[in-house]
């Protein structure tokens, strides 16, 4: 393979999992009066709890100001809350309020139930060796 053809494949590979994902997510996050990046919010604090506005920026590569409105936006609408750390005021703690718990809960199983039926009709191995090219 030549390294046009190799560029244009990866392009094209990753175009089509990022629509992929779009057309799993959009329509949970619409539903919700979210954006996907509201919605990839939600679901890192789903798996982590709780995160500064600065963790949260770094592990979705978003820059601080622009994470920092997107919580904001999420606050205001009743899914998340921050509260600034007691012992340093500049770092704002983010967590997922009753709201946003719920919501992304429901979310969250909708999704495992679509990659539930991906693992029920590929092997492990045949997922693994995706997983290891991806990687």
């Known amino acids: 393979m030549e390294v046009k053809e190799l560029k244009l494949t990866l392009w094209n590979i990753s175009r089509e999992i990022t629509e992929n994902i779009n057309n799993i ?8 009066g979210l954006t996907l990046r509201q919605l990839q919010v ?29 919580c904001k936006k999420l606050e205001r609408e009743g899914f998340v809350e ?3 750390k007691t012992d340093d005021e500049r770092v704002v703690v983010v967590t997922l309020s009753p709201k946003g718990r719920q919501t992304i809960s429901e979310i969250d199983q909708i999704v495992d139930r679509k990659y539930e039926l991906l693992l029920r ?11 290891v090219g991806l990687s």
């Open 25 to 32: 997510f959009y329509p949970l996050a619409e539903k919700h």
């Open 42 to 70: 939600l679901l890192n604090l789903l798996q982590h709890e709780e995160h500064t506005v600065g963790s949260l920026g770094k592990c979705m590569s978003v820059a601080g100001g622009n994470i920092s409105n997107l």
């Open 82 to 84: 921050r509260c600034r």
């Open 121 to 131: 009709n590929h092997s492990q191995e045949f997922l693994s060796e995706i997983v």
